[in-house]
C-alpha cells in the first residue's frame, strides 16, 4: 500500500504477526505511523470494536493521518519512547499489539527539505521531529572532533570516522560553514578513498547524524521494556528493522525477555519462585520477499522479529 509515497514495508506480514485477525476487538498500537500504511491494513482487518492508537514524532505524519476518519483510530504527536505516558494520556493501559517500524521514511527521505539525502543541496536538518532538538549543521558546528568520530564510527560503522571528524573540524576552523547537505556529502567524499560505485562515499555519514540527532537507538532501547510492560498476556510486539544496529537490539532484548531473568545457581529458590520469561518467541526473523524488494528496493534490508507476552506468574502455583 501507498500513502504520499511512501510503501509501508511487510505488510501482510506484520498485520499477521500483530494476530489482529484473531483478536479483531483488541487494542492495537502502530509505534511509527509514517504514512499510515500499517495502520491502514490493521484497520482493514480490526473488528468494529477494535481500537488502534498510532504514535509519530513528524509533524508532517501527523498531518498526514488527518485524512484518516475512523472512529476505531487515533493518532498522536510523540516519540515512541514516550510510549507508555502517551498512552496513558489517551487512557490506554493495557494493549494486544505493537508494530514499531524502525528508520527513516520515504517521504523524509524524498523531501529535500528535511535534508536527510545527499541527493538534493537542502539546508542539513534530520530531525525528524522538527519542533524540538538541534539541526544536523547545528550540531556539527558544535560538536568537537572526537564526538563527531565516535558518532561516524559507532552509528555509521564507518571505518574513516577520523579522517571525516577531522575533515569537519579543519573547514569548520577555516570558516566553512557546514550547512547544507551538499557540502557535508562533497567534504566526505574529500576524506575517505573511493568505494564501490553503488555506495555514496557519504552514505555511512549521514545515517550515523540521522541516527544520533534522533536518538534512535536510544529511543529502541527506553520503548522495548514499555512494550513489554504494556502487553497483555498472549499480546504481540513486532519490530521491522532495517540495519544491523537496530536489528542487534532488538534481538538481544527479544531473547533475554524470552529466556527469564538470571539468577545464580546457588541461590535457594523453588521452581515457582524462579524469575519466569516476560516473552515468548514468534518464530525466527522474516525477511522482505525478492517480490516486494523488486516493488520496493529500499524493502531489502528489511527484517522482522516477533515475540508474544507470556502468561503473568502472580506466586506460587500460578502460571
Known amino acids: 500500500m501507498m500513502a504520499g509515497g511512501h510503501q509501508a514495508v511487510m505488510l501482510a506480514q506484520a498485520v499477521e504477526a500483530l494476530n489482529v485477525p484473531n483478536v479483531r476487538n483488541g487494542i492495537y498500537v502502530d509505534g511509527t505511523f509514517g504514512r499510515g500504511g ?9 473488528g468494529s470494536e477494535g481500537r488502534l492508537i498510532a504514535l509519530d514524532r513528524d509533524l508532517d505524519a501527523i498531518t498526514a493521518g488527518a485524512a484518516i476518519n475512523d472512529k ?10 514516550e510510549m507508555r505516558a502517551l498512552l496513558a494520556g489517551a487512557g490506554i493501559e493495557k494493549v494486544d499489539g505493537i508494530l ?14 528535511r535534508g536527510f539525502s545527499f541527493r538534493f543541496d537542502a539546508p542539513l536538518d534530520m530531525r525528524m521531529d522538527t519542533s524540538r532538538g538541534l539541526t544536523a549543521a547545528q550540531w556539527l ?24 571528524a577531522a575533515a569537519i573540524v579543519a573547514a569548520r ?49 527506553v520503548v522495548l521494556p514499555q512494550c513489554v510492560d504494556l502487553l497483555n498476556p498472549g499480546g504481540r ?19 533475554e525477555a524470552a529466556a527469564g531473568a538470571r539468577v545464580p545457581a546457588r541461590l ?42 507470556a502468561a503473568i506468574n502472580s506466586g506460587r502455583g500460578a502460571l
Open 100 to 113: 514499531l517500524d524502525l528508520g527513516v521514511s520515504s517521504p523524509q527521505l524524498d523531501d529535500a527539505a
Open 173 to 221: 576552523a577555516g570558516g566553512a560553514a557546514i550547512g547544507t547537505t551538499r557540502q557535508l556529502a562533497a567534504l566526505v567524499a574529500h576524506a575517505v578513498p573511493a568505494r564501490e560505485p553503488r555506495q555514496d562515499p557519504a552514505t555511512r555519514t549521514f545515517q550515523a547524524l540521522r541516527i544520533h540527532l534522533n536518538q534512535e537507538l536510544e529511543e529502541l532501547s
Open 268 to 309: 535457594p529458590l523453588r521452581a515457582y519462585e524462579m524469575p519466569q520469561p516476560q516473552m515468548r518467541l514468534i518464530g525466527k526473523a522474516q525477511r522482505t520477499s525478492d517480490e516486494e524488494i523488486a516493488r520496493n528496493p529500499r524493502a531489502r534490508s528489511a527484517s522482522l522479529r516477533v515475540a508474544e507476552r
Open 72 to 81: 476505531r483510530f487515533t493518532l498522536l504527536h510523540g516519540w515512541f519512547g
Open 38 to 46: 500499517h495502520s491502514r491494513r490493521i484497520l482493514d482487518v480490526l
Open 141 to 164: 558546528a558544535i560538536a568537537d572532533e572526537s564526538e563527531i568520530r565516535e558518532v561516524i564510527k559507532n552509528h555509521g560503522e564507518e571505518r574513516f570516522a577520523k579522517q571525516i
Open 237 to 255: 510486539l513486532a519490530v521491522i528493522s532495517f540495519h544491523s544496529l537496530e536489528d542487534r537490539i532488538v534481538k538481544r532484548f527479544m531473547r
